[in-house]
T-cell receptor, first 114, second 117 residues
Framework: ETGVTQTPRHLVMGMTNKKSLKCEQH?????MYWYKQSAKKPLELMFV???????ENNSVPSRFSPECPNSSHLFLHLHTLQPEDSALYLC?????????????FGSGTRLTVV | AQTVTQSQPEMSVQEAETVTLSCTYD???????LFWYKQPPSRQMILVIR??????QNATENRFSVNFQKAAKSFSLKISDSQLGDTAMYFC??????????????FGKGTHLIIQP
């Protein structure tokens, strides 16, 4: 158990649906991240939040909308997704001002868009 | 932009053998961090080992050690006395130093390591 919990573990949604992924960390960290893991591709950083403020949006399409209400919770709101958005979405957290601090990762949400 | 290359998509060794996974990276930064992460079938990314680029001494964690060659931009992982539980995807990752909160990781494509009984 790494202290980072993601729900749901699996999600199947149609292209017209709206759904949300949830991440919660119990490590007292101040930075949280969303990564996308697609088959045959490296993990891609999507969003970074530090002290609830978004500090990086890595050219992610607007159909992905992050929300960080506090340092312990991070959401990824999904709407009008495409089949190519099917992937494993991983959440991570770390201490602020990283300085190479290691990150705790969740087990991910396996998203399938049909 | 940084890139991380893992040239071995899959490796297979016998239990108790030693195996080395390769990783090279490209960056213009002088201060950075390098990591090896393990991802078993449970999907959770687990930190294996971490190296600070300004340290010449290679990091070690029990059976895991790295060979960090800064000039060559190489960062290989050696697993000694391999165990069945070491079977997993292994990812090499890079992070720039001093980016404040925006310290996202750049990952390689991974190496699938299989330990045979």
């Amino acid at each position: 158990e790494t202290g980072v919990t993601q729900t749901p573990r699996h999600l199947v949604m149609g292209m017209t649906n709206k759904k949300s992924l949830k991440c919660e960390q119990h490590l007292g960290h101040n930075a949280m991240y969303w990564y996308k893991q697609s088959a045959k591709k490296p993990l891609e950083l999507m969003f970074v939040y530090n002290f609830k403020e978004q500090t990086e949006n890595n050219s992610v399409p607007s159909r992905f909308s992050p929300e960080c209400p506090n340092s312990s919770h991070l959401f990824l709101h999904l709407h009008t997704l495409q089949p190519e958005d099917s992937a494993l979405y991983l959440c991570a957290s770390s201490q602020d001002a990283g300085q190479g601090r290691s990150k705790g990762f969740g087990s991910g949400t396996r998203l399938t868009v049909v | 932009a940084q890139t991380v290359t893992q040239s071995q998509p899959e490796m297979s060794v016998q239990e108790a053998e030693t195996v080395t996974l390769s990783c090279t990276y490209d960056t213009s930064e002088n201060n950075y961090y390098l990591f090896w992460y393990k991802q078993p079938p449970s999907r959770q990314m687990i930190l294996v080992i971490r190296q600070e680029a300004y340290k010449q001494q290679n990091a070690t964690e029990n059976r895991f050690s790295v060979n960090f060659q800064k000039a060559a931009k190489s960062f290989s992982l050696k697993i000694s006395d391999s165990q069945l539980g070491d079977t997993a995807m292994y990812f090499c990752a890079f992070m720039k130093h001093g980016r404040g909160g925006a310290d996202g990781l750049t990952f390689g494509k991974g190496t699938h390591l299989i330990i045979q009984p």
